[in-house]
């Protein structure tokens, strides 16, 4: 997952039930292969699923191999399995990697040579399984991963020029705010290609981010598709219709076109209103709200002075918005300046090895208007 959400993501999955562990980067939960279904279809700021298959000290090559070598492959590989191996090794003293991703893939090999009476090479021709070794000083991890593409791959984004947020690295941020989809607009004023606002329909309209896409686990050997199924109709069944009131904005009309074409291959077109409007134009009377925007930053920065001149337009335009919740993510760390208002709190995260920081001003709702009067206005987020 991306570097700083390991607490969002342990949240998911005690929410779902599951008693976690986290460590730096991952979070760890036992579980059954339904429960490798269930976490898959409906966790959102995850990145993958793996399977823990063993752990073991290797101080040498030799002992890296026959631990490998020791597990019971036959009990998850096929003999058809393509299974290509990975490797990465931290503060160790077995620190090449292409020897370690080949000694292990070779007592791998062996040992299903072995088992199956294969005298020539294993075909390969099969499934696959994606085998990751993981050596952090000199303690070694067998993992099995269950997910293929990563998890942001929810199947709807189209392609778009930018550099658009990760599907669950922008869940993730919706997860880290206090909006209540029943009763506060959501605002995206710098949608893009609308990932934010998309992901934030999703999680309204409880839909499982993982619905319309396949994983590894559907070509394992035991894999129980009528389970899948009945898990994923039990999902479909859970979706709510309940109206929302989420708004994605861009200066660019080609981005919000874009926005649109994403939002109906999400299957929530209808939840969200995307309009060309530049920061500057923005206005609204509802009392609150909750604002989650990516501003242009770091290779997006090719103008300097016109994003710092945007995030001035944003501090002039959303600061005296005090009933609501405004969140902005940005590598310029000098977005407070020309916000022209420190944070309630910063949150460092990392979008792939870039670091990031979620700049956070909460609001002080008023809910003095009666509920049903903020719910039915008709375009609580307009221009005039």
């Given at each position: 997952m991306a570097g700083g959400?390991?607490?969002?993501t342990a949240k998911e999955l005690q929410e779902m039930g599951y008693t976690t562990h986290g460590e730096t980067g991952r979070v760890a939960f036992e579980g059954t292969m339904q429960d490798v279904y269930r976490t898959n279809l409906w966790l959102r700021s995850a990145d993958r699923i793996?399977?823990?298959l063993k752990e073991f000290k290797a101080y040498s090559f030799d002992e890296l191999f026959e631990n490998v070598k020791a597990f019971p492959w036959e009990e998850w590989l096929p003999m058809t399995a393509h299974f290509p191996v990975t490797a990465k090794a931290v503060r160790s003293k077995l620190h090449s990697e292409p020897d370690v991703q080949s000694i292990a893939k070779?007592?791998?090999?062996?040992?299903?040579?072995?088992?199956y009476h294969r005298r020539t090479r294993l075909p390969e021709s099969g499934a696959t399984y994606h085998i990751d070794v993981r050596i952090t000083k000199d303690a070694v991890r067998?993992?099995?991963?269950t997910t293929g593409e990563s998890l942001f791959k929810r199947g709807y984004r189209a392609e778009s020029a930018g550099a658009p947020l990760k599907e669950n690295f922008a869940a993730a941020l919706v997860l880290l705010t206090n909006w209540h989809p029943e009763d506060m607009p959501f605002l995206d004023p710098t949608c893009g290609s609308g990932t934010i606002p998309i992901e934030a329909a999703l999680l309204a309209r409880n839909i499982a981010p993982g619905i319309q896409r396949h994983f590894d686990f559907e070509g394992f050997q035991g894999f129980d598709a009528a389970a899948f199924a009945e898990m994923k109709e039990h999902a479909q069944a859970a979706q709510n219709n309940d109206p929302v009131m989420i708004f994605g904005q861009d200066i660019d009309q080609n981005m919000v076109e874009l926005s649109?074409?994403?939002?109906d291959k999400a299957g929530v077109l209808h939840d969200v209103r995307f309009k060309q409007l530049a920061v500057r134009d923005f206005k609204t009377t509802v009392p609150n709200g909750v604002i989650v925007a990516n501003p242009p930053y770091g290779k997006r920065l090719s103008d300097t002075a016109s994003v710092r001149e945007l995030y001035k337009q944003m501090g002039d335009v959303f600061r005296p918005l005090t009933t609501w919740s405004q969140y902005y993510l940005t590598s310029d760390l000098e977005f407070e300046n020309f916000f022209g208002k420190r944070?309630?709190?910063r949150r460092k995260l990392y979008n792939g090895a870039m670091r990031v920081d979620f700049?956070?001003?909460?609001?002080r709702p008023n809910w003095q208007l009666p509920k049903h009067l903020v719910t039915s206005l008709s375009?609580?987020?307009k221009e005039d």
């Open positions: 959400f390991e607490a969002v793996l399977i823990v070779k007592a791998i090999v062996e040992r299903l040579s072995t088992y067998l993992t099995l991963d649109r074409v994403n939002a944070a309630t709190k700049f956070q001003y909460w609001g375009d609580p987020v």
